[in-house]
């Protein structure tokens, strides 16, 4: 298994003037300036006295400098500390403090609503945009960080060649990320990921959708999420991918102008994403035609329209669709099937780097997460009809949380399989079915165990549902919906909704899951970097 930073140290040699790092409509970076900035980098760690090993957090929002600096931490073998800058104030300082990071890179604005107080261990804080020192309590960092120039011309006065390239490849089973999981500040729980996991995926990732050079990426998701990281950034971008970041969370019309403008090769994103693709564009075109298709030789030409309307809108030069974080709305895979988009929907999480299961467009099945990446087991009597916990082991996972026993304990089996807490099946074909997570499956009174997961999936099929949640009150199953209502419903009408959903959703529920309420929610639900909506807030 090659080592990524070699793949990156070989893309800068050969592609040393391309584009590595662009912002949208903003700056741009080649492989030649990443190189620099990894080398003065180096240089200031030596003079400010910060050794390999040493943490050193990122907390802002997604831009091309957020990525160079990510690279300049990584390559020179300090641990990265990716912090989502969605979290909460003390939520960013507990983990900035928890991980031990001497230094913070981030934003002017979230500094602002940080107080140094509560990271004694911190150095210096860094603006990741400009560069600026934000604030420091050495006096050494500060002006190994204002020197940092000066000490790289000294050293290279004529600047360093694609020649002068080397990185570092004997640190596979040393830590390289600390990720942390959660935006709560109690018991805090960073997955440590090392060399060797980040070179597992982007060698599973070569092997089932490799990129050249001279491509492009938009870059969507969060860098502090593994899956934005590892599969957007990294796997891309060591291969010689020009990375473009849009910053903050894009609207619809923001997103297809850059996809226009890039054409990536490849779309990484989360099913939400896609929902409102579908709702937006595709189901009016095909509700429009709705008469046409009950005509096969119509409805194959309407469909192959579509398709290639769909692809035209992201660029042209989409050669899939990866999707993760939370499953599809049943009726938005169906059309997806139907009108054969090049999609797939994979399963992972941080500890795994993050790819549990994976498969490419042309054999992914409608409704699986893919087939496993390393070893998995389902721990049933009858894993192909009987759900049981997944439980998986490999090169990518993680070795731990850090300073934190009880959560390692925890997370491993006596026999050294990582307890995923997911619920699933596997079919004869080794196709992964999910089923729910452990933590939410609810015992009825008769001993039937139910997945909310599976009636949320019915009621997303049912009108005026725009995302639901199911919970348990009193032994009753309660639908949690935030409806999506025409603004012409009459009241009368309007009052009958919750009603519609629970008859329509119970066809199609066996009796021991039958919905016993639906309560229409003012907003929609709060939900996790991945867009998976947070359960334990909701009860």
């Not at 729980?189 to 491509?215: C, R």
């Not at 796997?235 to 970041?245: E, I, K, L, S």
């Not at 348990?472 to 419903?489: F, M, Q, S, T, W």
Request: glycine share 6%.
């Amino acid at each position: 298994m090659k080592h990524y930073l070699k793949t990156l140290e070989d893309t800068i040699r050969q592609q040393w003037d391309r584009k590595a790092l662009c912002d949208y409509e903003g700056d741009a970076f080649t492989y030649a300036d990443v190189a620099l900035s990894i080398e003065q980098f180096r240089l200031f760690l030596a003079e400010a006295g910060i050794t390999r090993r040493s943490k050193i957090a990122i907390c802002a929002r997604n831009c091309a400098r957020w990525a160079m600096t990510f690279w300049d931490i990584n390559v020179n073998e300090c641990v990265a500390v990716p912090l989502l800058a969605d979290f909460h104030p003390n939520g960013i300082s507990t983990f900035t403090h928890h991980s031990d990071s001497v230094l913070l890179f981030t934003d002017k604005d979230i500094w602002e609503k940080l107080s140094p107080g509560q990271m004694p261990n911190l150095r210096a804080a860094i603006n990741v945009k400009d560069r600026s020192m934000l604030w420091h309590r050495d006096e050494r960092v500060a002006k190994a960080w204002e020197n940092r120039e000066k000490a790289y011309l000294s050293r290279h006065p004529g600047g360093i060649s694609r020649n002068h390239i080397s990185y570092p490849s004997d640190n596979m089973d040393k830590m390289a990320i600390i990720n942390y999981t959660s935006g709560t500040t109690g018991n805090p729980k960073g997955v440590m990921l090392t060399y060797g996991a980040i070179s597992d995926t982007d060698a599973f990732s070569n092997s089932h959708f490799p990129n050249q050079p001279g491509e492009t990426i938009v870059s969507m998701l969060p860098m502090a999420h593994m899956y934005g990281l590892a599969i957007e950034f990294i796997h891309p971008n060591v291969d010689g991918v020009t990375v473009y970041f849009l910053g903050k969370t894009p609207s619809p019309s923001t997103l297809l102008k850059a996809m226009q403008t890039v054409k990536p090769y490849m779309v990484v994103t989360v099913p939400l994403v896609m929902e409102k693709v579908y709702a937006n564009s595709i189901k009016p075109a095909l509700d429009k035609m709705k008469w046409l298709t009950v005509i096969p030789q119509a409805r194959k030409a309407i469909y192959k329209l579509i398709r290639k309307k769909v692809l035209a809108a992201f660029g042209g030069q989409v050669r899939g669709f990866i999707m993760g974080g939370a499953a599809l709305k049943p009726e938005v895979e169906d059309c997806f099937t139907k009108i054969r988009l090049p999609y797939t929907v994979g399963y992972g999480m941080t500890e795994a780097c993050p790819l549990l299961g994976f498969e490419w467009c042309t054999e992914f099945v409608p409704g699986s997460c893919g087939k496993p990446v390393h070893d998995l087991r389902i721990c049933s009597d009858d894993p192909r009809n009987v759900p049981g916990e997944i439980q998986v082991r490999g090169a990518n996972l993680t070795i731990g949380y850090y300073k934190n026993p009880e959560a390692n304990a925890a997370a491993f089996t006596d026999d050294g399989w990582f307890r995923t807490g997911d619920l699933g099946l596997i079919d004869e074909a080794n196709n992964i079915f999910i089923r729910g997570r452990i933590k939410s499956m609810i015992l009825n009174s008769s001993g039937q165990n139910i997945y909310p997961e599976e009636l949320e999936a019915v009621l997303s099929g049912c009108p005026y549902v725009s995302e639901s949640l199911v919970v348990e009150r009193k032994g009753r199953l309660v639908a949690l919906v935030y409806p999506e209502i025409p603004d012409d419903l009459d009241q009368e009408k309007r009052s009958e909704i919750p009603d519609l959903i629970r008859v329509t959703a119970n066809k199609s529920l066996p009796v021991y899951s039958k919905i016993n309420e639906v309560e229409i929610v003012d907003d929609p639900f709060e939900k996790t970097p991945k867009m998976s909506i947070k359960r334990y807030l909701y009860h």
